[in-house]
């Protein structure tokens, strides 16, 4: 069975750092891993999905990279903004199934 | 706009009745899924489908049930035997099984009084 962890639980930087999210997983037979976002109280939007042939994906300030042999994802995002605060969760994807991580909560001060 | 579509966003029910939670999705995706999310924790698999007429059991199905009648409905049904139902459910929907983009609902929060 798939085990995902988060880490930190939680973490709060000034406007503008530059932010390092970890996930790591047991089972490094994945297909893809995503990346979402969620606001307080609403669904789970799609970031980033990262294939497993893949070692890093971009989306604007978002970057994640995927070290599948080490059962291990970074989400980096670059210049954070008070915009950027909410909990980011991974999900690796193995047989068809997707496992998630209890994700990071970030708050950025202005 | 092309979404899925979650109703009702809150929910209140007695101990012993059955509720069901309505998702929809008109992005013409073959796969839907519920999941459950209890706080500090991650999403929990409860049922999926890959087509119509036909659904699985994810990881904590017991008390639950589900249909699939139509590509664009995959309605949820919280039974009374589900012992702790309180929970917020999420509905998600891809085009291309779990291995694609999957794309969720707001979500619908159940509390059992």
């Known amino acids: 069975k798939q085990e995902v962890t988060q880490i930190p639980a939680a973490l709060s930087v000034p406007e503008g750092e530059n932010l390092v999210l970890n996930c790591s997983f047991t089972?490094?037979?994945?297909?893809?891993l995503q990346w979402f976002r969620q606001d307080p109280g609403k669904g789970l939007t799609s970031l980033l999905l990262?294939?497993?042939?893949?070692r890093e994906q971009t989306s604007g300030r978002l970057n994640a990279s995927l070290d599948k042999s080490s059962g291990r994802s970074t989400l980096y995002i670059a210049a954070s903004q008070p915009g950027d605060s909410a909990t980011y969760l991974c999900?690796?994807?193995?047989?068809?199934?997707?496992?998630f991580g209890a994700g990071t909560t970030v708050t950025v001060r202005a | 706009d092309g979404g899925i579509t979650q109703s009702p966003k809150y929910l209140f029910r007695k101990e012993g009745q059955n509720v069901t939670l309505s998702c929809e999705q008109n992005?013409?995706?073959?796969?839907m899924y519920w999941y459950r999310q209890d706080p500090g924790q991650g999403l929990r698999l409860i049922y999926y489908?890959?087509?119509?007429?036909?659904?699985q059991k994810g990881d904590i199905a017991e008390g639950y049930s589900v249909s699939r009648e139509k590509k664009e409905s995959f309605p949820l049904t919280v039974t009374s035997a589900q012992k702790n139902p309180t929970a917020f459910y999420l509905c998600?929907?891809?085009?291309?099984?779990?291995?694609?983009?999957?794309?969720f609902g707001e979500g619908s929060r159940l509390t059992v009084l």
């Open positions: 998600a929907s891809s085009i291309e099984g779990a291995t694609g983009e999957l794309f």
């Open positions: 489908s890959q087509i119509v007429n036909d659904f």
């Open positions: 992005l013409n995706h073959d796969a």
């Open positions: 990262i294939q497993s042939s893949q």
């Open positions: 999900a690796p994807c193995n047989d068809y199934k997707l496992s």
């Open positions: 089972d490094s037979a994945i297909y893809n």
